[in-house]
């Protein structure tokens, strides 16, 4: 392994951690406040990036707009999704895993019947490269980095300074307590789809001009989302962004210096061990 | 009644539990003695479910040992216990919601009804002989619940006081040696709590050993011999029922304050 | 009375069975044979799903075992030229040992992590087959998988399995559907059916009654990972073809719909469910596409509004029959 290859391995690494980070903190959100296994999580992603693919390649708008554009239809969408099917089943994991597998099938075709399945394109919107240790890295990645990061930062900021945040971690910590303090229980959970469904489309938007666009993204990247999720501490958001950091660099070393399968055969390997051995996850505290 | 008192049926040396930075048992000894009916008592979160929980190897002890009949038996899982002899009920009702009242108890005698695999799928002429047997004895212990009425009823169905007898019946269906009640007179009328206590003394009397955790300290002097006291995770008394009423320590400790040292 | 039903329900499946043997006399089209052959093949693996959900516990293994079955059924004919009637009870043997180590991790575990963490070892196995081309074949999978060998009975035509002879793939799917169904059927009667639900409606007391649950748990569980062997083989000899990609976690769920839909609760209800989707997709094939979409709704309308599927709803009718009567007198 030269020096080359770990440099790119490594920002490849980062970039997929924070490519988890923002999808996995949706789930955790959502498992955390809902009590539910969201398994169309992966759909909310697939429609971010088709989104970013409709606005920029069709109607020419700006990278951002269409970013923050995409990350609003899906939050609205991932909302209504919650008010008509998932309200029902909160507390329940398999019946809500199943509806969800219902889901994805519904949002997958229906998107396959608009567009077809062919692979989509969404040309580099950050053209050049920088080199870093004799790599080359093309800037559209390096780009990840920074708006993931704010995206996460703006919302830890929104989830530990204003009121519905505040609201979120109550009902995260104790759904009866908070309440009992006169906490609306719906308005949470719509929220936590709503902000779900946003950063899942926001990873979308942001993979879009790096990988490509079909309408089989979605459960693949959910699989993966789990384990990061299982990993960290079902409930932990901090534990979540470690886990999808350690997800990313797993993927991409084993990847590049093993074999993709392989990686994919570590990555499931991780989640039942994790669920054996330490069901918590690594930060998690659940009994 | 025996009358053999060489060898407690049950020892407890030192046990200790912990779940994390919480101490619920804090090396807690006393014996059981067969054929005794011992009361353990203490105010809320004492440990006592947890004790049960230790002894039937719910959960692992962080520390100490439990001995049954002069055998180590800390450690070992609950269907392994159930074998030796030791059954339990529970505070809280659990049972086979959807199934009746007679599934239930033909499933307690499972480990008692020779059923041959084979047997039991082709339904050969020997299965249903033994599953008769096997009803008829089941039909015994609900009798002497006073469950009869009820065999076909789920568990889900039934009075929180039947629930409580059914408990009671599951758990005698493993023809236990020692049986340990987890607050069998909770939430119940001061008919029904009668019932149980004539149950209880008819159980004892029938050989078995009998440890009862209870809140209601009037209904359970009236029928044990012996009463522990457990107090955040330590045991602070020990005695007769009597000696326990006057015991400055335990009244303290139902009237809060601090931990008597 | 009771008597009287039972019979009646015995004639009535008797009379079923009986049209399923007949039925190649007046169904040639090939294409419906396939239908029918397939879905005889899915009623084994949903049927067996089904036993293992009777514990308590779904299990997302289930179809990559399904896989395994095929797998081991193909290569022990392929690489060890056994032939087909042995390889086909060898190669559930094997299956049956693989999904030991398999399960044995996941026991531990309850519930939706039970569901993870099968799904996790059953992948791990399945990406095997992709991963090693020798001797699984990689993600190409292995092809020209031979047909089962003629059967030569005395005072009989040989029967010949091959691409143009569907009529001996549909009676050997019938027959081992009709086999696996019945044990199954009388495995749930049996004290390891009685145990299991046991097992099902509380750990806990199941425990304290003596019942080793981590036993009984992985021998049903091994049970059904046979019987999915079973549904594996014949696809894998029937179809010639098998890919990695075709036990992926989608088919899975589609089992699963299959199984919910037709409602866990009772032995009918996969048989029910099959049958139904295995004839929805016919109907809907002028617009294949939206197939998913249509599996998904009518999910979606079972868990909302008939969550113990459609073979719960006589049982529901004769319910609200006996409360509208109640109400009258």
Not at chain 1, 224 to 251: D, N
Not at chain 3, 261 to 289: A, D, N, W, Y
Request: hydrophobic content about 50%; charged content about 15%; aromatic content about 10%.
């Amino acid at each position: 392994m030269t020096l080359v290859q770990f440099v790119q391995m490594f920002v490849n690494g980062t970039m997929l951690g924070f490519q988890l980070s923002l999808f996995a903190t949706g789930l955790t959100l959502v498992y955390g406040i809902m009590r539910i296994i969201n398994f169309a999580h992966g759909e909310l992603y697939m429609l971010g990036a088709f989104g970013v693919w409709i606005f920029i390649e069709l109607l020419g708008m700006n990278y951002l707009l269409s970013l923050i554009l995409s990350m609003i239809l899906v939050a609205i969408l991932a909302v209504l999704l919650e008010r008509i099917f998932f309200k029902p089943m909160r507390g329940h994991h398999i019946p809500s895993f199943i509806m969800s597998t219902g889901l994805i099938f519904v949002l997958q075709v229906s998107i396959l019947s608009f567009f077809g399945p062919k692979d989509k394109d969404v040309y580099t919107v950050f053209p050049g490269v920088v080199k870093v240790g004799g790599a080359s890295l093309s800037v559209e990645r390096l780009m990840i980095i920074p708006i993931s990061f704010v995206i996460i930062v703006g919302f830890y900021i929104f989830l530990l300074r204003s009121r519905s945040g505040r609201a979120m971690r109550a009902v995260m910590q104790d759904p009866d307590a908070a309440a009992l303090q006169g906490v609306s229980i719906d308005k949470v959970c719509s929220l936590a789809m709503g902000i779900g469904g946003a950063m899942a489309a926001a990873a979308g938007g942001l993979l879009a001009p790096i990988f490509v666009v079909n309408p089989y993204l979605g459960p693949p990247l959910t699989w993966e989302g789990f384990i990061v999720v299982c990993l960290g501490g079902r409930t932990s958001l901090p534990g979540t962004l470690l886990a999808a950091f350690i997800m990313g660099y797993v993927k991409s070393f084993v990847s590049t210096l093993v074999d993709p399968i392989v990686a994919l055969m570590c990555a499931a390997a991780l989640l039942g061990i994790i669920l054996i051995l330490r069901p918590q996850g690594l930060l998690g505290h659940e009994a | 009644m025996t009358a053999s008192h060489s060898q407690p049926i049950l020892q407890i040396e030192k046990l200790t539990k912990r779940f994390g930075g919480l101490i619920a048992l804090s090396e807690v000894s006393f014996d059981v003695r067969e054929g005794e009916i011992l009361g353990v008592i203490g105010p809320n979160g004492a440990g006592k479910t947890t004790l049960f929980d230790v002894i039937t190897g719910r959960y692992r002890a962080t520390g100490g040992k439990v001995f049954y009949r002069g055998e180590d038996i800390t450690g070992l899982k609950p269907h392994e216990l159930v074998q030796k002899g030791i059954s339990r009920s529970f505070q809280l009702e659990v049972l086979f919601g959807n199934l009746s009242v007679l599934q239930h108890l033909m499933l307690s005698r499972h480990l008692h009804t020779e059923v041959g695999f084979l047997d039991s799928f082709f339904h050969t002429p020997g299965h249903r002989e033994r599953e008769k047997s096997t009803e008829a004895k089941a039909m015994e212990l609900l009798t002497f619940v006073g469950l009869e009425d009820q065999k076909d009823k789920t568990a889900n169905s039934l009075s929180h006081g039947y629930q409580r007898s059914l408990g009671i019946a599951v758990a005698l269906g493993t023809e236990p040696r020692l049986l340990l009640l987890d607050e069998p007179l909770s939430a119940l009328s001061p008919e029904r709590v009668d019932v149980i206590l004539d149950l209880i003394r008819t159980i004892r009397d029938q050989g078995v050993t009998v440890v009862v955790i209870e809140h209601n300290m009037g209904a359970l002097f009236r029928i044990c011999d012996r009463v522990v006291v457990l107090s955040v995770g330590e045991k602070i008394a020990e005695g007769l029922p009597e000696d326990i009423k006057e015991n400055e320590k335990v009244i303290k400790a139902y009237l809060g304050g601090a931990v008597v040292a | 009375m009771k008597h009287k039903n039972l019979w009646r329900k015995r004639a009535g499946v008797l009379a079923v069975i009986l049209a399923a043997f007949f039925l190649p006399v007046f169904v040639k089209s090939p294409y419906w044979l396939h239908v029918l052959i397939t879905m005889w093949t899915y009623i084994i693996v949903t049927a067996s799903l089904r036993f293992t959900i009777t514990m308590g516990e779904w299990s997302f293994a289930h179809v990559p075992l399904m896989g395994m079955g095929a797998y081991a059924s193909a290569l022990l004919m392929m690489k060890l030229g056994i032939s087909f009637w042995m390889a086909l009870p060898l190669g559930v043997l094997v299956t049956a040992a693989i999904s030991i180590f398999i399960y044995w991790p996941c026991l531990p575990t309850t519930g939706t992590f039970f569901f993870f963490t099968s799904f996790a070892f059953g992948e791990v196995m399945r990406l095997c087959w992709a991963r090693f081309k020798n001797p699984f074949g990689g993600t190409g999978g292995l092809v020209l998988i031979p047909a089962p060998n003629p059967i030569h009975l005395p005072g009989f035509p040989i029967i010949e399995f091959g691409p143009l002879y569907k009529i001996p793939y549909y009676y050997l799917g019938l027959v081992l559907m009709l086999f696996s169904l019945l044990m199954l059927y009388l495995l749930e009667g049996s004290r390891l059916g009685r145990v299991a639900e046991a097992i099902k409606e509380s750990n806990l007391l199941s425990q304290f009654v003596g019942i080793r649950v981590w036993r009984y748990k992985m021998v049903i569980l091994v049970i059904g990972a046979a019987f999915a062997a079973i549904g594996g083989s014949i696809y894998a000899h029937y179809t010639t073809l098998v890919l990695p990609v075709d036990f992926y976690w989608g088919l899975g769920v589609y089992i699963v719909i299959y199984a919910v839909v037709g409602g866990t609760k009772r032995f009918s209800g996969p048989i029910v469910g099959v049958i139904l989707f295995v004839l929805l997709r016919e109907l809907l094939r002028p617009i294949v596409m939206y197939v998913p979409l249509v599996y998904g709704l009518i999910l979606a309308a079972t868990l909302t509004f008939l969550p113990d599927g459609v073979t719960s709803l006589p049982e529901k009718i004769s319910k609200w029959i006996e409360r509208k009567r109640m109400a009258k007198a």
